[in-house]
């Protein structure tokens, strides 16, 4: 069990936790595809929770590496990019009986997952192995996956598929704005 505390090792700890956040990302995207969304939410609440614990493993235990850095993007592109879209769109966007509603939401709906993926790879780019920023600039994705979360009960329960549409479009435009926000 030596490779678990070696930061040279793809499957480390930290990365195990990645692994876990990966795989809570896929059972969520499984779930939205059967319509259980209730299911798939906590999915990716539960992804979220490895999400925080790789990177505290990471610093802990000093197993931060490039490998590190590139799997916990690819995660977080799953389970809090395209998931919680994925969500919306056939929970809201798709059943709407409006064309202009559907053709806006696939559009705003690609946007962001185009959004969310330009901040993953601008991350990567910028990162330091082992190095963490007192601020994030702009919206991390983790946390744009928990304000979609507040828009899809928003649009499930409160508002027309308009205001969800419209609130995705401000939501992708923070993940890559200059907006400060202290790193917890």
Do not use: C
Not at 77 to 98: G, R
């Amino acid at each position: 069990m030596n490779f678990l505390y070696r930061a040279d090792s793809h499957f480390n700890m930290a990365n195990m936790f990645t692994f876990g956040n990966l795989a809570s990302g896929l059972i969520a995207m499984y779930l939205a595809t059967q319509g259980n969304f209730v299911w798939a939410v906590i999915f990716l609440w539960i992804g979220g929770g490895f999400d925080i614990f790789d990177g505290k493993m990471a610093r802990k235990y000093g197993l931060s590496n490039e490998f590190g850095i590139q799997l916990d993007s690819y995660a977080d592109f799953l389970s809090f990019v395209l998931t919680p879209v994925f969500i919306i769109f056939v929970s809201i966007i798709q059943v709407s009986d409006s064309t202009l509603i559907f053709t806006l939401g696939a559009a705003i709906s690609l946007y962001y997952i185009i959004s969310g993926l330009r901040r993953l790879i601008q991350f990567n780019i910028n990162a330091e192995e082992g190095e963490i920023e007192e601020y994030f600039t702009g919206l991390p994705t983790p946390m744009g996956a928990i304000v979609l979360w507040f828009v899809f009960l928003g649009g499930i329960y409160v508002y027309p598929a308009f205001v969800t549409i419209l609130l995705m479009v401000i939501t992708g435009w923070l993940l890559n704005s200059t907006v400060k926000i202290k790193h917890l």
